[in-house]
């Protein structure tokens, strides 16, 4: 279930009813909009008046200055930062969560994702929410205040990313009290950051004048006000607590001159002297809810166990006293406090109550615990040092932690972190837990010593006394864990003869309804049989595991079986089997209430793979573009790396073998097998597109420095490198006449058979039947030649196999014609339907190489999906290419020498045209159409 949001850390605080008027500043907040930068901001010292300034800047932006904005003002989203946020997945989701305040639908699936067991990074996140912004017509700004608080790398990375893509609607504006690490720099150098300081924030004698007569009610000289403005370098919190203090005072004017030092020096006097002038009962308040982030009147009783007034009351007062609290929502329900004011108050609880603040921790624990916030309850545990309390919530927490986030996030390692190892030790179901988080982490070398603490607690003769255990049913289940993740760390290692051990000591140990475990076994049985090319057991096992995990509420890692599956099946030739596989998978993923779409677009790339081979290239296609539009945000980890060898395969047949290798490039960057063994390296792939574009002796120079040859041992792993070099042979001998390059191939094609056919990988068999016709064909031995054909055509209709035979080119298009001509034999339909899918013989001279036919092909789908749309005017086309470009609206409005309105009516029309609703959709859409 999803992690419940604070939302007042949503409300836009509302200006104050007397506060300065600064128009100055917000004439220079308005020009950076105006200018189109993408970045305001406000960068200061505490008590400089930056969230004011800018809850008073956004509540006067009627009409909008914006250059997209339109209507009578501009939409505004706020999100107040606090130290939880430096958990990348929890900044995100308030992130999201603030973006949807002022367009509700933005980012529905984003929120889902970031909940599943394997959220994808940060970068893939926004990529799909920057595109999805882009459908939003007016301009809005998003306001992070109190981003100081920050200092996690990843947020910081993913923030880089989203204002170096920031999309021209959008305008953020960031409130610090330090510089973020956000190549500001090169913002500045660009234009695209409009920066306000402590010396722009501070108090001018005027400003200052008008907020201690005026707005406090003071009647001070021009004087004393020059004075106190010095003694304060204008820093309003500092003139604040000043005024506050000389309210009472008879001689204003001693009371200044007393003011002497830095701003900390003054900042103690100040705060003495407020808290000095206020009753017992408030200065009690104070300081006990001083350990609080935020603050509601419950809350706020709990805390203080007995209090003489009510909570709400109390935080009525205040708010009417001035005394720095801040509400956080219009019912005036939600409170924080001015965080510098906050900041000393907890210094003097400190120093005056230090023994009153563990009690004060765990009463607000305890209260968070009963209002289903374990997040806070466990912070305020931790923070009280009531260590054991902390324990037995995060205990509790661990199966939603292990569905929702796998226990690797940022926050739960801190937790389990913070506790005491000698307390760890007793509890075995935590230390399990602890050694997930730490192999879902990355901190491989942690886990073993925290398994072998639980497992000293399982052994029947040892002495359990101190032992500690909050949930019995987790602690029963704790043998099969802790051999499922050993397996799971054998796997990682590729040690498959240990991984199948604990697996199957998972087996033997897992109830009937422990489905998880069940399943993540089989899962690890399937993968271990896989790569040692026992195909029929991986198909099992694997199916086992995936329907296992799925009954456990596991979609995303049941769709991530199905990828698994499928690709078993493929490789047994069950082409009909795997897209029954896809579009099963692609139900779970999309059925009407289901939480996420993590997984959907794996399955678009699964089955395009299918119709490819199926030689519907339109259908081939369209999926893949399917995929590309439900973004990286809706696939699996291995996705980004399976769609680029997809298109990598398109571009081969379109004849772009530069544009192929390109993307397999990129997919070699973006691999992750996700424990799937490398069947059919990248690397491998590369060579037959060298092959393809003559590069021969590259290609043997890479047989030679992977050691391959056509005396190696055969292994299923090494299969598809051993088929490539086949390939590499026949065609070194059709260009060079070798002789023994044709030979030493077919040698190894035979076992290659011989290997393939004894462990029923059908699919690897079609392909070395046509590699041995092709090859006896070369060699002049027709009826050779013939009869593989023949085998193969026999074990590839009736799985509809079409692209195996078409994409060697010519010469098996003659070979396929001789076996037409028999006419009585039971394969001459299939033959003809083969023949029909090559070019026709005039079409391209016999001696262009089979990617000039396949660009043929390619280019034909191409001109069919042109024929789909509505044509584009030349003005249009012009507005695409810059759109292509990396210029802002303004600057593609003033090229054309057009208004902004007009641009936006080109644009609609575009995307109308191209059936896309962004920007980089109607770039991507173009380069598909070649319209560039």
């Excluded at 690797?408 to 509890?427: I, R, S, Y």
């Excluded at 359990?464 to 255990?469: D, K, S, Y």
Aim: glycine share 8%.
């Amino acid at each position: 279930m999803p992690e419940p949001v604070l939302a007042t850390k949503l409300y836009i605080p509302l200006p104050r009813p007397k506060a300065v008027s600064r128009p100055r500043l917000i004439e220079r907040l308005n020009e950076g909009l105006a200018m189109g930068c993408k970045l305001t901001l406000l960068s200061a010292p505490a008590g400089f008046g930056k969230t004011t300034l800018v809850s008073e800047w956004i509540a006067a932006l009627t009409p909008s200055p914006l250059p997209l904005g339109e209507g009578p003002g501009v939409r505004v989203a706020w999100l107040s930062l606090d130290e939880g946020d430096n958990d990348v997945t929890c900044f995100l989701t308030y992130f999201v969560t603030a973006l949807q305040t002022i367009a509700p639908n933005i980012g529905a699936g984003v929120l889902g994702v970031l909940q599943s067991p394997q959220p994808p990074q940060a970068e893939a996140i926004l990529t799909t929410l920057l595109n999805e912004i882009t459908t939003i017509p007016d301009g809005f700004i998003l306001v992070l205040d109190d981003y100081h608080v920050i200092d996690a790398k990843p947020v910081e990375h993913a923030l880089t990313f989203l204002i170096e893509h920031l999309t021209p609607q959008m305008h953020l504006v960031i409130a610090t009290r330090e510089d973020p690490s956000l190549h500001l720099a090169r913002f500045r150098v660009r234009g695209q950051l409009t920066e306000l300081r402590a010396a722009d924030l501070r108090f001018t004698p005027s400003e200052a004048a008008e907020f201690l007569n005026q707005v406090m009610g003071l009647n001070l000289s021009v004087e004393d006000i020059a004075a106190l403005e010095t003694r304060t370098e204008g820093w309003i919190a500092g003139l604040h607590l000043a005024a506050l203090s000389m309210q009472g005072h008879q001689d204003a004017t001693s009371f200044i001159k007393s003011f002497t030092g830095s701003h900390r020096f003054v900042l103690d006097y100040l705060v003495e002297e407020v808290l000095g002038q206020q009753s017992e009962g408030v200065q009690s308040f104070l300081l006990r809810t001083s350990i609080l982030d935020r603050m509601c009147g419950p809350l706020c009783d709990a805390v203080l166990g007995s209090p003489s007034a009510s909570g709400q009351k109390t935080l009525e007062y205040l708010e009417h006293a001035n005394l720095f609290i801040i509400p956080l929502d219009n019912e005036r329900h939600w409170y924080r406090y001015h965080h510098l004011f906050a900041d000393v108050i907890r210094m003097h609880l400190m120093a005056e109550r230090p023994d009153q603040v563990p009690a004060l921790h765990r009463r607000a624990s305890e209260w968070y615990e009963h209002n289903g916030l374990p997040d806070n309850a466990i912070r305020h545990a931790l923070a009280a040092e009531d260590f054991e309390r902390a324990a037995t919530l995060i205990e509790l927490a661990v199966p939603e932690m292990r569905r929702n986030r796998q226990g690797a996030t940022v926050t739960e390692l801190g937790w389990l972190k913070a506790l005491p190892d000698e307390l760890v030790h007793f509890m075995p179901v935590l230390s399990v837990a602890y050694a997930f988080a730490l192999f879902g982490g990355g901190e491989v070398g942690g886990v073993e010593p925290r398994l072998r603490d639980a497992e000293r607690w399982l052994d029947r003769t040892a002495d359990t006394a101190g032992m500690v255990v909050v949930d019995e049913e987790e602690f029963r289940r704790l043998p099969g864990m802790i051999a499922l993740l050993r397996a799971a760390q054998a796997l990682a290692r590729d040690d498959m003869p240990e991984a199948v051990k604990n697996a199957q000591r998972v087996l033997d140990l897992a109830p009937e309804d422990a489905h998880l475990m069940l399943g993540g076994a089989a899962s690890v049985l399937g993968l271990a049989a896989w790569a040692s090319g026992d195909l029929e057991s991986a198909l099992r096992m694997t199916a086992n595991g995936m329907e296992n995990v799925r009954l456990a509420g596991y979609i995303s890692s049941a769709i991530g079986g199905a990828i698994v599956l499928a690709d078993i099946q493929i490789a047994q030739g069950r082409l009909h089997e795997a897209m029954t596989t896809y579009e099963r998978a692609l139900q779970w993923a999309t059925e009407p209430g289901a939480p996420v779409l993590r997984g959907a677009a794996d399955m678009y790339v699964g089955m395009s793979a299918l119709f490819y081979e199926h030689n519907d290239l339109k259908a081939a296609t369209q999926d893949l573009l399917i995929s590309q539009s439900l973004g990286e945000l809706s696939g699996l980890p291995q996705n980004p790396y399976r769609w680029h060898a997809a298109m990598a395969r398109m571009r081969e047949a379109q004849g772009d073998l530069d544009g192929a290798l390109d993307l397999l490039d990129q997919a070699e960057r973006l691999y992750n097998g996700a424990f799937s063994p490398n069947v059919r390296p990248l690397a491998t792939r590369k060579i037959r597109v060298w092959v393809a574009q003559g590069r021969l002796g590259e290609a043997l120079d890479w047989a030679r420095e992977h050691g391959l040859s056509v005396e190696n041992e055969l292994s299923y792993l090494r299969e598809y490198d051993h088929i490539t070099l086949a390939r590499v042979l026949i065609a070194r001998y059709k260009t060079d006449r070798v002789e023994g390059d044709l030979h030493a191939a077919l040698g190894l094609l035979a076992r290659l058979l011989q290997a393939a056919e004894e462990r029923g990988g059908k699919g690897s068999v079609i392909e070395i039947l046509v590699l041995q016709a092709l090859a006896y064909q070369a060699q002049g031995d027709q009826p050779r030649a013939l009869n593989s054909l023949e085998r193969a055509l026999t074990l590839a209709e009736p799985e509809g196999y079409v692209r195996i035979f078409v994409d060697e080119g010519e010469a098996m298009r003659l070979l396929l014609e001789k076996q037409s001509l028999n006419r009585e034999h039971p394969l001459s339909d299939y033959a003809d339907k083969l023949l029909a899918a090559f070019p026709q013989p005039g079409a391209a001279p016999k001696s262009e190489t089979p990617a000039l036919h396949q660009a043929q092909r390619g280019a034909s789908v191409i001109h069919q999906k042109l024929a789909e749309i509505e044509p584009l005017s030349e003005r249009e086309l012009e507005v695409l290419k810059l759109l292509r470009s990396e210029l802002g609206g303004p600057e593609i409005a003033q090229q054309l020498i057009v208004s902004l309105n007009t641009l936006r009516t080109h644009t609609k029309n575009i995307f109308n045209k191209l059936g896309v609703n962004n920007r980089r959709a109607a770039v991507r859409r173009a380069e598909e159409l070649d319209l560039f």
